[in-house]
């Protein structure tokens, strides 16, 4: 086995692009082209980027083609983040080389693709390195189960954020590795690094969560030596990061901010208490209003009271605010802590709810969805243990792990393990405090879509440590290729 893996004409990196390029390119490219069904999010998203909906279309399906605005848009690029300048480059090159008044959703794929294939390679190279031994293809294929799954790539013909967090979350790990295992004075892996970490925090205002994780990650590259340009810049690099989080957490609509108001109570202290009525107790808000227990903010049955409606906004929104809400969950910690198992129980669930995958064609059925290459979600959605208190657990022991290997690496000559500590912490806190955050600002109102990050992070995680042990790096005396 060793001698195939010596005599193989194309490396690891090359491999996994190549799979991962044939397997994602028929998923997204080849008619019927596959996707997510928008379940409302598009809309606000679309008209600030001068698209809209051709015709009505059925719930349940996805869209290949939409229209381009020919004429003045007030709200153009009104929400501007990371994911907007992805969908500009595809507007414009749809209407360079499609239509200028018809948008395929295959021109976003395709930009999507093209990112996707180079955080591939990144991650791939800081993963495997380049040897050409047996265990290096064995580790470069569990790789691509992970990045190819189609639970991700789907995402990338829908104008959900989750394409692009997924996407730079490639990019920032498979960066630091690069820089760890290298250590050479290559100043634009930083930069890539930086970029990736800064354009992550633009992509939807939950990436912003993902400060802790990221600062915590660049100590993996700040405490290399031989990096005095790099220490000298480490206030400068640290404001832009907690700047660039400040922004992408308050670069929200003044109707979102009510939105996420509204269900961090409804969906979240409400629904996790057996007498709701009790909110009285310790504000000013009306009893009545405990019958808006796991109301949405849009909902799409009759509603006792209207959320947006001024009354819901004057007895009860304006009568609590973050400070009120940990309070209260820190009297009650068993409702938080329900909450949480709630919270784990979709970690790992990585397709966005009351979506379909398919276009409308004979035969297909609304909300249907395809199974394919989704060997990773469904192993990780099935049998993956859905309590937080694991989660916790698992952090733990994987830290106990690398913090025995960071204490022999610093009397021996493999220091590897000592910077990968950093980056598996940066990883780990992801996993333990966006969960949380996740509940206090927004309830459980689109769990999958705020915590997709956790399980990416979390499968990262795991591929980094399987790696270590692959390549015999955690209780080696050196470095092995």
Not at 181 to 194: Q, T
Not at 212 to 232: E, K, T
Not at 279 to 288: N, V, W, Y
């Amino acid at each position: 086995m060793k001698k195939i893996g010596q005599l193989s004409k194309f490396s690891p990196v090359t491999t996994a692009v190549v799979a991962c390029a044939l397997i994602v390119g028929w998923l997204i490219f080849m008619a019927p082209i596959h996707g997510y069904s928008d379940n409302g999010d598009f809309q606000y998203l679309m008209a600030t980027n001068d698209i809209y909906s051709l015709h009505q279309a059925k719930a349940g399906y996805v869209v290949q083609h939409y229209g381009l605005m020919k004429y003045y848009n007030p709200i153009h690029l009104d929400h501007l983040t990371a994911q907007s300048v992805v969908i500009q480059i595809a507007v414009g090159l749809n209407r360079l080389f499609n239509s200028q008044t018809q948008f395929d959703i295959r021109f976003l794929g395709m930009v999507y693709y093209s990112l996707y294939l180079g955080g591939v390679g990144v991650l791939v190279k800081g993963l495997v390195g380049t040897g050409r031994k047996f265990r290096h293809y064995l580790m470069t294929m569990i790789i691509v189960l992970f990045v190819a799954d189609s639970s991700f790539t789907l995402y990338f013909n829908s104008f959900y954020p989750q394409a692009l967090t997924f996407i730079l979350l490639l990019y920032l790990v498979g960066f630091a590795l690069l820089i760890i295992h290298y250590r050479a004075e290559n100043k634009w892996l930083v930069v890539g690094f930086y970029l990736a970490a800064i354009l992550l925090l633009m992509v939807h205002e939950s990436t912003s969560l993902l400060i802790v994780g990221i600062l915590i990650m660049s100590m993996s590259i700040l405490l290399l030596p031989g990096r005095q340009w790099i220490h000298g810049s480490v206030a400068v690099i640290t404001v832009a990061l907690l700047f660039g989080c400040w922004v992408s957490a308050n670069n929200i609509t003044p109707e979102v901010r009510a939105m996420n108001k509204y269900q961090a109570v409804t969906q979240g202290k409400l629904l996790a208490t057996s007498q709701p009525e009790e909110i009285a107790k310790t504000s000013h808000i009306d009893e009545q209003f405990a019958l808006m227990k796991g109301q949405s903010y849009y909902p799409t049955a009759y509603t006792a009271v209207k959320p947006d409606a001024d009354y819901t906004q004057q007895h009860f929104s304006r009568h609590y605010d973050l400070s009120w809400l940990i309070r209260e969950y820190t009297a009650y910690p068993q409702q938080f802590n329900l909450l949480l198992d709630k919270s784990a129980k979709n970690t790992m669930i990585l397709r966005p709810k009351l979506t379909g995958t398919q276009e409308k064609t004979a035969g297909n059925k609304p909300f249907q969805t395809t199974h394919y290459f989704s060997l990773f979600s469904y192993v990780a959605g099935t049998y993956y243990p859905k309590t937080y208190g694991f989660n916790c657990l698992l952090a733990f022991a994987i830290l106990v792990i690398y913090g025995s290997g960071l204490l022999h690496g610093l009397k021996q000559t493999n220091q590897t393990v000592r910077y990968h500590f950093w980056l598996v912490l940066g990883l780990l806190s992801v996993v333990v405090l966006v969960p949380p955050a996740v509940i206090v600002l927004y309830g459980t109102a689109n769990f999958v879509t705020h915590t997709l990050p956790v399980a990416v992070c979390l499968s990262l995680t795991g591929l980094i440590l399987m790696s270590d042990v692959l390549q015999h790096r955690l209780w080696r005396n050196q470095d092995v290729a």
